[in-house]
């Protein structure tokens, strides 16, 4: 099994920047890639941005050229640093892991923009 703790989230201004961390313990030799998705109310679960072991990295269309994903493998930590917020930006951040044989999500850090 694997477990992913979330934090750093909280209110910012728009414009304003925050970052994310996700810290995996438990199976980590078993992930095949780390993400993040968002989930605001009334709105799609949206797959924000997502990086692989071999280091692929992709992105929404939303955050494009505003978020970035990276990772620490000595501290088992992934990232999501996110500049240039937005007031849509407004939802609870879950870290991800897929893996070989289940799929785990964090429990999740609420991220609000506004001023």
């Known amino acids: 099994q694997v477990q992913l703790v979330e934090s750093g989230g909280g209110l910012v201004q728009p414009g304003g920047s925050l970052r994310l961390s996700c810290a995996a313990s438990?199976?980590?030799?078993?992930?095949?890639?780390i993400g993040w998705y968002r989930q605001a109310p009334g709105v799609l679960r949206e797959l924000v941005a997502h990086?692989?072991?071999?280091?692929?990295?992709n992105y929404a269309e939303s955050v494009k050229g505003r978020f970035t994903i990276s990772r620490d493998n000595a501290k088992n930590t992934v990232y999501l640093q996110m500049n240039s917020l937005k007031p849509e930006d407004t939802a609870v951040y879950y870290c991800?892991?897929?893996?070989?044989?289940?799929?785990?999500w964090g429990q999740g850090a609420q991220v609000t923009v506004s001023s």
């Open positions: 991800t892991a897929d893996c070989r044989d289940d799929f785990y």
């Open positions: 438990g199976s980590i030799s078993s992930i095949n890639g």
């Open positions: 990086i692989t072991t071999g280091g692929s990295i």
